[in-house]
């Protein structure tokens, strides 16, 4: 597991890279030459990036040795997380809708999983953070009508200096802000999905290789200046 971020990361720090809400070989592909850490998945089936659970499954297969998947889930039942267990057992789930703490560990039963926030004025991460001493990360993520960021920017200025957790920024990144929220917030990792679309679910290989271009120009300036 990440270490906890209740201390600065040091300055050699490299921000991992997750790329979500892919649905073609190609983009899967794309993402991975691009230095993509881990592939998102989303099997909410009201998401125009929505994915059958045999489909993630298949396009999983095509990831080399230390690229993650990550199944993306919102109110699930237990027969789906079951599902998901069993034919992508090698998946970091993450859980985007009303979860409980223990609704978390009974669908995750042992496999790792991250909780998303939804940010807004007077959330407590936090609280939300320490609650779930089970997850290996939590994502921060815009608060919009329903579930998931929808592509949008949250005030940063809203998130603590420190977390329990480590914590995945996103919401609304794309290759021309995401230098700045590295530098500003400095997350353990980064989440982009609409941030490199050409449209919705189909991704574009310039926009996802400038992404992670500028991740690791962050990356390179934080260590210049600690």
Same mark, same amino acid.
């Given at each position: 597991?990440?270490?906890?971020?209740?201390?600065?990361?040091?300055?050699?720090?490299?921000?991992?890279?997750?790329?979500?809400?892919?649905?073609?070989?190609?983009?899967?592909?794309?993402?991975?030459?691009?230095?993509?850490?881990?592939?998102? %998945? $989303?099997?909410?089936?009201?998401?125009?990036?929505?994915?059958?659970? =045999?489909? #993630? @499954? !298949?396009?999983?297969?095509? /990831? &080399?040795? %230390? $690229?993650?998947?990550?199944?993306?889930?919102?109110?699930?039942?237990? =027969?789906? #997380? @079951? !599902?998901?267990?069993?034919? /992508? &057992?090698?998946?970091?789930?993450?859980?985007?809708?009303?979860?409980?703490?223990?609704?978390?560990?009974?669908?995750?039963?042992?496999?790792?999983?991250?909780?998303?926030?939804?940010?807004?004025?007077?959330?407590?991460?936090?609280?939300?953070?320490?609650?779930?001493?089970?997850?290996?990360?939590?994502?921060?993520?815009?608060?919009?009508?329903?579930?998931?960021?929808?592509?949008?920017?949250?005030?940063?200025?809203?998130?603590?200096?420190?977390?329990?957790?480590?914590?995945?920024?996103?919401?609304?990144?794309?290759?021309?802000?995401?230098?700045?929220?590295?530098?500003?917030?400095?997350?353990?990792?980064?989440?982009?999905?609409?941030?490199?679309?050409?449209?919705?679910?189909?991704?574009?290989?310039?926009?996802?290789?400038?992404?992670?271009?500028?991740?690791?120009?962050?990356?390179?300036?934080?260590?210049?200046?600690?």
């Amino acid at each position: 597991m990440p270490p906890s971020l209740t201390s600065p990361l040091p300055a050699f720090h490299r921000t991992r890279i997750k790329v979500c809400g892919l649905t073609r070989e190609a983009d899967v592909d794309a993402a991975v030459e691009a230095g993509a850490d881990a592939i998102g %998945f $989303v099997l909410y089936p009201k998401s125009p990036r929505h994915v059958p659970l =045999a489909r #993630a @499954a !298949e396009l999983a297969r095509r /990831l &080399p040795p %230390f $690229v993650t998947p990550v199944v993306l889930l919102v109110n699930a039942d237990a =027969a789906l #997380a @079951a !599902e998901v267990r069993q034919n /992508l &057992p090698q998946a970091l789930l993450q859980f985007h809708g009303d979860e409980q703490p223990a609704d978390c560990v009974s669908l995750a039963a042992g496999q790792p999983f991250i909780r998303a926030a939804r940010m807004a004025p007077g959330f407590n991460l936090l609280d939300f953070a320490s609650s779930y001493t089970d997850a290996q990360a939590v994502l921060v993520d815009a608060h919009v009508e329903g579930y998931g960021g929808g592509g949008q920017v949250f005030d940063w200025s809203l998130l603590p200096t420190t977390l329990s957790r480590p914590m995945i920024l996103s919401g609304g990144l794309h290759p021309g802000n995401v230098e700045e929220g590295v530098r500003r917030v400095r997350p353990w990792a980064v989440d982009v999905s609409s941030g490199v679309e050409a449209s919705k679910g189909i991704k574009d290989a310039a926009l996802m290789r400038r992404f992670c271009e500028a991740v690791r120009a962050a990356d390179r300036l934080c260590a210049e200046t600690v």
